[in-house]
């Protein structure tokens, strides 16, 4: 009881950490704003105050600093999800969407959509991603098969696979794009959060929240699977059935996040890792550690973003990866010395 009670104590604060970051990082930007006038502009935008302030301050604030925290909130704990999910089917520490060709292939679903109008206008933006997504995912099974254990030839497919995505999404570009186009479309494909608006915010929320509490269900069946299969199959768990639902929502969120914030890598790899070094193995605490854990770190990857270049903003793919790549061979460094 003791242990549930600090559990459900440690997420509250958590969520309420979460919460205050995003508003403060609402406050931060070229554009310097008090405090106190972005706690205004957040309660005129809930609808629990009136306050006065400029149009202006308002609109910075409400319309693109606090939608594109939520975004990154949203996106951060989503790829974290996504890396927990992959880390745990294939049973190999290196599986996230990124290294897996799903993120490579969800962008050139969208490109396709975006430069070449697939699908004739029937296909949104985030249909083309999620059916590039399955494609790219179907492809490197494709090319594992025979694998069996082997998860490491599964992981050599994903990165054959991601080249090979990569290369077809800049082939698009390059053929089908003007100078204007090409530069928009690569910035995105970088990672970036300066389009971003409340609808897509609100599109990722909506898929985030319940796609969460799902996975939080399957959390005793994963702590199953990391038994082996056969022990998982032995205690009642449909591996087969297990694979589809839980593959098929790490590509709808992958596909969703790509579409709308470009492929960001790192964060599905690395985080997963960070939560279990701190909660465990368990994925009933694993799965809110890592969403919670993520979420923090996209929020203050798109804070530096837009600070660390004065008057400039960078994709926050190149800021997850000057911080993702060096915490990961740390991580690797103390695998390698308690091997030792």
Known sequence: MRAALTLGAVT???????????VMASSMGDVALPFHHTLMAIGNG??????PLAPLEQGIVWEYRMSRSLMAACSGAGLALCGVILQALLRNPLAEPYLLGISAGASTGAVM???????GGAITVSGGAF???CGAFGLIMLLARGAGRDTGRIILAGIAGTQLFNALTAWIVSTSAN?????????????????VRWPDALLALALIGPAFLLLLGFARRLDTLALGEEVAATLGTRITLLRVVLLGITAAITAVLVSIIGAVGFVGLVIPHAARFLV????????????LIGAQFMVLADVLSRILITHQVLP?????ALVGAPAFAVMLYRKQGRAV
Do not use: N
């Not at 604060?13 to 995003?22: I, K, P, T």
């Open 280 to 291: 465990g193995p368990h994925h009933l605490k694993l799965l809110p550690a890592a969403a």
């Open 12 to 22: 509250l604060s958590s969520l309420l950490s979460l919460v205050l970051l995003m």
């Open 316 to 320: 926050i793919g190149v800021v997850t």
């Open 113 to 119: 959509v975006m430069l070449l109008g697939a699908g």
């Open 179 to 195: 100078a204007e186009q090409s530069r928009s479309v690569m910035f995105w494909l970088l990672g970036s959060l300066s389009s």
């Open 131 to 133: 059916i590039g997504a």
């Open 46 to 51: 809930l609808g629990i105050g009136h306050y």
